[in-house]
């Protein structure tokens, strides 16, 4: 089981906004970061994962720092906001190629796409918004990391495709850390809140 530690993790941007400190202590479950749009919430969760170099403050994944431990950042994967995928990969090419990026090959997400009704052939460019955003969390998946930080999972979904993501959360949330952030209470259990302030 893994776990994710911060401990008064902060960062600077160049205009003096500081956005932390972030305290967490996080082991399997559903855990959101709350707060109003602009206090910091996807900075801090491409601190945590070791995309952006903190001001102060320390993370460890399973006691490993991201920043500078390629076994960390192994067990953790980030689903941004917006796309990040190539729209010329179908939904297959592009969670086999991460997974193999992220050491596991052979891992195999077909079971997981089937039941999510994501076509595996579709090109991402001819997907739907929904279909995108499920293609997105089933190729932050590859690769079965301990830790997933998910930055707004259910932003601009339409309710069948929110009902599914939503699906896949719980799933997740009895053996991963999973960190979401929302500017809104979710419609899903959490197991605990982690509130930000604005600027």
Excluded at 152 to 181: F, I, K, Q, Y
């Amino acid at each position: 089981m893994s776990e994710l530690i911060a401990q008064e993790l902060t960062y600077r941007y160049p205009s003096g906004f500081t956005a932390g400190p972030l305290d967490l202590e996080l082991g399997p479950g559903l855990h959101l970061l709350l707060g109003p749009n602009g206090s910091g919430k996807t900075t801090l969760l491409r601190c945590l994962c070791g995309a952006h170099r903190r001001a102060r403050g320390a993370v460890t994944i399973d006691g490993l720092d991201p920043r500078i431990d390629p076994e960390a950042r192994r067990r953790i994967a980030l689903l941004s906001a917006e796309p990040e995928l190539p729209d010329v990969l179908t939904v297959d090419e592009a969670w086999s190629q991460l997974a193999a990026i992220r050491g596991a090959p052979l891992w195999d997400g077909a079971a997981l796409r089937r039941a999510l009704d994501v076509p595996g052939h579709l090109p991402l460019s001819h997907c739907s918004a929904g279909q995108r955003r499920l293609a997105e969390l089933l190729a932050a998946a590859a690769g079965d990391p301990g830790v997933l930080l998910l930055d707004e999972p259910l932003a601009n979904l339409d309710p069948g495709h929110l009902e599914r993501v939503c699906g896949l959360l719980l799933r997740w949330r009895s053996d991963r850390v999973v960190l979401m952030t929302s500017h809104t209470i979710p419609p899903v259990p959490l197991d605990s809140t982690v509130h930000l302030g604005g600027r």
